[in-house]
């Protein structure tokens, strides 16, 4: 199996503010050439692209191409179990959805102390593990977001699961709160393949500071910036997958090209990539993958992932560049809540998988463009 998974979370849209909006002509043709190149797998989940995601799959997918011809992943998402049923009620609409009677790889989605506490109290692995027995789930895993050592408690208490899917980067390779480097050694030592999520940190490390990029290209000048982020993640040990969210045709190429046959880096390419992630993070201000989890749920309907692409632009800016930033600020903060309107309910702080500080950042937001 190549190691390249399509990530269906951040496809082409026809309009950039609707996240429903996918442009299905485009996701068609980069759906064909992906499996035209040999390349398998497909990774989707119950509320992406305010769940539509799993409706593009069933429609540029399954019903375009054999069954057997690819492989398709879901999630149960955890994060909106609520009452006795939830779980079957779900996993029925996800197989219509899909258009499916069967996921080939399925997760419990998003787990972290919170979630894994639910999703014990709604018995979520025995729900899958039954699934499995069924043929309706041919391989039970789950996604992570939460510190190392919570990683080896969910897999203490749950040997019966075939795979992980964990945030491995080289940027959080040594993070206190994302801790890649620590929760790829858990798996190692559980033995459980490895899915990866975010290898280009949600878009993070495919703009990267300019003097980061030159010393990318100084070593291979054919090499495109992200494509070391995606190389690195699947260079790790017992990887079998890494999912990249791509967002049109260009992008899909260029993972191809490299991902077609995969050769992994070198010693001398990953000293260079730790050089790399220490100079980003000198420049960082706020390190938001844009997943949009905390978005939902915000009562001031704050645009807390498009403030923070701003911040973090404002963060390097020139001076001349600052006046377009306010602009576009003050053009989101029309139609949304502004930073200032926060009322520090912590919704979003439960709700990010970066473990992001948003009410603080959201202040330095506010005192930088309104
Ligand atoms: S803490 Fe602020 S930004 Fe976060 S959900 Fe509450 S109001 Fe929205
Ligand atoms: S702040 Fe956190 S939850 Fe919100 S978009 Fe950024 S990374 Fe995702």
Avoid at 82 to 105: P, S, T
Avoid at 132 to 159: C, N, W, Y
Avoid at 335 to 351: E, N
Wanted: charged share 25%.
């Amino acid at each position: 199996m190549k190691k390249l998974g399509f990530g269906m979370m951040r496809l082409p849209l026809l309009d950039r503010e609707d996240p429903k909006s996918v442009d299905m002509e485009q996701v068609c043709q980069m759906v064909d050439t992906f499996l035209s190149r040999g390349f398998t797998y497909f990774d989707t989940a119950y509320m992406y692209h305010g769940f539509q995601s799993e409706n593009v799959v069933r429609e540029a997918l399954v019903k375009r191409h054999p069954r057997d011809s690819f492989l398709l992943a879901s999630k149960l998402p955890s994060m909106f179990l609520k009452e006795e049923g939830d779980q079957e009620r779900i996993f029925a609409e996800q197989l219509e959805k899909c258009g499916v009677d069967y996921f080939d790889y399925y997760l419990i989605h998003n787990l972290g102390t919170e979630n894994y506490a639910k999703a014990e109290r709604f018995g979520s692995f025995a729900f899958v593990s039954e699934l499995k027995r069924q043929g309706k789930v041919r391989k039970m895993g789950f996604s992570f977001h939460d510190s190392a050592e919570v990683l080896d408690q969910i897999l203490t208490e749950h040997p019966e699961v075939d795979f992980v899917q964990i945030q491995l980067n080289y940027l959080d390779w040594e993070s206190d709160t994302v801790q890649s480097r620590l929760c790829h050694e858990v798996c190692l030592k559980h033995g459980k393949p490895i899915i990866v999520m975010e290898p280009v940190k949600g878009g993070t490390l495919a703009k990267i500071p300019g003097r980061v990029t030159d010393l990318l290209s100084s070593q291979h000048p054919d090499w495109s910036v992200p494509s070391w982020a995606i190389r690195f993640a699947a260079s790790c040990e017992n990887v079998f997958m890494v999912l990249s969210g791509m967002s049109n045709m260009e992008q899909l190429m260029d993972n191809l090209s490299y991902m077609s046959d995969f050769a992994p880096l070198t010693d001398r390419e990953n000293a260079v990539l730790k050089d790399a992630a220490r100079m980003i993070l000198e420049d960082i201000a706020v390190a938001c993958t844009s997943c949009r989890y905390c978005v939902d749920g915000c009562p001031k309907k704050i645009e807390i992932p498009q403030y923070f692409t701003l911040y973090n632009r404002a963060k390097q800016a020139e001076e001349a560049e600052m006046g377009e930033l306010k602009v576009a600020y003050s053009e989101l903060a029309k139609s949304y809540g502004k930073a200032s309107d926060c009322i520090a309910c912590g919704q979003c702080v439960r709700a990010c998988p970066q473990h992001i500080r948003i009410v603080a950042a959201l202040r330095e937001v506010a005192k930088t463009f309104e």
